[in-house]
């Protein structure tokens, strides 16, 4: 009787879960198709909320709305109450020629407000703006976590009291753009000043209505510096593309997209196809290589402007093995000479097909070994000495350790840079090789922290690490590898059972679900949007750098005074930037890196004037 009770209860809670999970499933408001089978998905806590919203002014109680803006666009939530230190009266932002710039501000509903609009007069700056709504949703807090939070991550268009929203499976639909009482929406304002823009300070204003109230306005000061922003050309910042999706697309709408990562200071690509192996006279010592793939994609990301240098894969060990007759295990057995010896033709045979190539690449043998790992020590191995360029990612220093004399871009995680001792470390053991140091961390990771719910990491990433590193590259992990319905963060089990949540730091935006030939491009996120702003920072202390060295060389004692000044107060402003991995980060004031760049921009501009010949 009590085996038959037993029984009874597995059976009802099977079915329990059953329709936890077969059915639609309202996770956070959203309703989805179906989510992984499992125990039921939870909020987790919400933070704590101490304080109480500011007092409105009586243009705000006439609006129905208070406006405020948060250190980071990644605080704001459905929910957020703003602090009386947030409270915006007016707005502002500095751009150099040739750069985009974003402005948020948060609004606070005081009452149901329905058919939100938003404008932007201009006044004459010589600017153009791209208005956007934060779009919050549920996602998990990690990899394959049962619990979920609300944060802000879609960047999407709104206009006329209506906002696009994620419907699924990557196709939008629009709806009213309301918000309740006591409740928060966000804005996203993109600035994009031309390479010809008119410096000064201009006076432009941002108007927010709801129906039936009248229009709550905020000042917007913008100001184009004297200088066209520049990008570094000795550094590089590489993405994975994730360029299988291109098979589906167009050229032009492959090009299209990596003139998106060239605006967004991506410089090259990561995992993309090498090309195909001739191993007809393997047996003779030669291999061919039709590298027609590599060629192509190489040409397209030059002309939208990515130099490179790029990312290749190509896998051919096993092949190899096959056509020379070898009967070893390759991954667990030492490689017979024929074996080796065949791989190494094959990477000479991939040289010579690339000689005349647009730009430079590495090869990309194995993800994340350890120095344990044979097979990819002898893949390395092979590779460098058929006289191809390797680059290796590896979280643990023991691959580094077993196989430093074959590699020429070993690729650090974060957590091996992210602090002072750790970085020069890592920079004197390239060096001991003739090595280039490069890591990677930025993206959409959520071990341990979710990297999409906040600017923070991937423009800390991108930036400020990167310089404090003394890197020659970074690398972001990935672009867009959806799982099923990749606007459900809670079905992709079946996909990959072991990192079920989405993989992406852009979204598709489709015509069709899933029809990637319906692909618009990416919609843009907080993270994809905060890897330009930390290229932007780079680029800034790059360009101050050479003003300095400039001021050195070529001019009069005062400017050289003033590159000494400029020299010691970048090192502060920067050494001030405490050390962060940006895999594992708290809650950090992005204010701070805006102050940092504010200050690098008026020394770029006041070494301008010293190295500027008086007028007579």
């Not at 710039?101 to 404008?119: A, F, I, K």
């Not at 999407?156 to 309740?180: I, Q, T, Y």
């Not at 007759?325 to 065949?342: F, H, I, M, N, R």
């Not at 690098?600 to 501009?605: E, M, P, Q, R």
Request: hydrophobic letters at 40%; one cysteine or more; aromatic letters at 10%.
């Amino acid at each position: 009787m009590r085996m038959l009770l037993t029984l009874c209860i597995l059976l009802l809670a099977q079915g329990v879960r059953a329709a936890e999970t077969t059915g639609p499933v309202t996770i956070g408001g959203v309703t989805y198709e179906k989510v992984d089978p499992g125990e039921p998905f939870r909020e987790a806590a919400r933070p704590e909320q101490n304080w109480q919203a500011p007092a409105p002014t009586r243009a705000e109680q006439r609006a129905g709305m208070i406006a405020y803006v948060t250190p980071d666009p990644g605080d704001y939530k459905p929910y957020r109450i703003p602090k009386a230190e947030e409270h915006a009266a007016k707005l502002s932002a500095f751009l150099a020629r040739g750069e985009d710039e974003p402005v948020w501000v948060g609004l606070y509903g005081l009452r149901d407000l329905r058919g939100l609009r938003v404008s932007v007069d201009l006044q004459g700056a010589p600017v153009s703006v791209d208005i956007r709504h934060m779009h919050f949703w549920p996602q998990r807090r990690g990899w394959r976590s049962r619990d979920w939070y609300i944060t802000p991550e879609l960047l999407l268009p709104c206009a006329n009291g209506k906002k696009m929203v994620p419907l699924s499976r990557g196709v939008l639909e629009e709806r009213s753009f309301d918000v309740k009482a006591g409740e928060s929406t966000a804005l996203w304002l993109t600035l994009s000043a031309s390479t010809a823009a008119r410096p000064g300070t201009y006076r432009a204003s941002v108007s927010i209505r709801a129906a039936g109230r009248p229009a709550l306005v905020l000042p917007l000061e913008i100001e184009v510096l004297p200088f066209l922003l520049q990008r570094p050309r000795d550094r590089y910042w590489l993405l994975y593309a994730d360029v299988a999706r291109w098979n589906n697309m167009s050229e032009a709408q492959t090009l299209a997209e990596l003139r998106d990562f060239a605006r967004h200071g991506m410089t090259g690509l990561v995992e993309i196809p090498l090309g195909k192996e001739d191993l007809s006279q393997i047996k003779a010592g030669t291999a061919r290589c039709d590298a027609s793939p590599y060629l192509r994609l190489a040409r397209l990301s030059r002309e939208a402007g990515l130099p490179g240098p790029h990312v290749c894969s190509m896998s051919v060990v096993g092949q190899v093995r096959d056509a020379v007759g070898a009967t070893c295990d390759v991954q667990k057995d030492p490689w017979p000479a024929e074996l080796s010896d065949g791989v190494r033709a094959v990477a000479e045979a991939a040289v010579a097909a690339t000689t005349n190539a647009p730009s430079r690449w590495y090869f990309y043998g194995v993800d994340e070994p350890s120095g344990d790992n044979t097979f990819a020590i002898q893949d390395y191995q092979s590779w460098r000495r058929g006289g191809a360029a390797t680059y290796a990612t590896f979280y643990q220093l023991g691959f580094l350790e077993k196989a430093a004399q074959y590699l020429t871009a070993p690729c650090f995680v974060s957590g091996l840079i992210a602090n002072e001792e750790n970085a020069r470390k890592a920079r004197e053991t390239c060096e001991k090789t003739g090595a280039e140091f490069w890591w990677y961390g930025t993206g959409c990771y959520v071990n341990p922290a979710p990297q999409e719910r906040a600017m923070f990491p991937n423009r800390y990433g991108a930036g400020y690490l990167f310089w404090k590193s003394g890197a020659r590259a970074e690398v972001t992990w990935t672009f867009c590898r959806p799982h099923e319905d990749v606007f459900n963060d809670f079905d992709g089990s079946a996909v990959n059972a072991a990192e079920p949540k989405e993989q992406a730091t852009a979204y598709p935006h489709f015509l069709k679900p899933d029809d990637w030939s319906t692909y618009q491009g990416a919609i843009p996120t907080i993270a994809w949007e905060s890897l330009r702003e930390g290229v932007d920072d780079y680029s800034y202390l790059a360009m101050l750098t050479q003003r300095i060295a400039q001021a050195r060389q070529g001019g009069s004692a005062a400017a050289r005074q003033a590159a000494d000044e400029a020299e010691k107060q970048l090192n502060a402003a920067v050494n001030a930037l405490p050390w962060w991995n940006p895999m594992d980060w708290s809650s950090v004031d992005t204010r701070r890196m805006q102050e940092v760049r504010r200050q690098t921009a008026s020394l770029i501009v006041r070494l301008d004037q010293a190295l500027t010949p008086a007028r007579p």
